[in-house]
């Protein structure tokens, strides 16, 4: 969350680093507007899509300037968008932000995390969307 409303961004990559303390990593082109407010607030939330989010992911994907304007969402415990009808969420504060080339890798400290319902989870493989089921 910034000063200017919610800020969001879909990726492409996300994994677990460590589990103490507990870390993921995502990374971000470094000539993302969406990373540039999503570093200057200093937290994030992980929102793990389902696998009937397809829509939320498109919007996300985008280069919209207000991505939330449709989306159901509030406010996690860190004050980050937390999107409605997610599988599960991880509330992180920017631990640190490596450099990697035209990327940047970011690195987050979990504050929090919870799996809202059970189900499927969307991918995006290929150029196309699927489901894995759990």
């Not at 994994?15 to 937290?43: C, H, I, N, Q, Y």
């Not at 860190?78 to 990327?103: E, F, Q, R, T, W």
Request: proline share 2%; hydrophobic share 45%.
């Amino acid at each position: 969350m910034t000063d200017d409303g919610p800020a969001g961004m879909a990726i492409g990559s996300f994994t677990s680093v460590s589990l103490d303390p507990a870390l993921v990593l995502f990374s971000a082109s470094k000539t993302s507007a969406s990373w540039a407010k999503l570093r200057e607030a200093g937290k994030f939330c992980v929102n793990i899509l389902a696998d009937d989010q397809e829509d939320v992911s498109r919007v996300f994907g985008s280069k919209a300037d207000d991505k939330f304007s449709e989306i159901g969402w509030k406010r996690s415990a860190n004050g980050a968008p937390l999107l409605n009808g997610v599988l599960a969420y991880i509330d992180c504060d920017l631990h640190s932000v490596l450099d990697g080339g035209d990327h940047d890798i970011i690195l987050g400290a979990v504050t929090d995390l919870d799996v809202k319902h059970e189900g499927g989870a969307l991918v995006f493989f290929r150029g196309g969307y699927g489901r894995v089921a759990f």
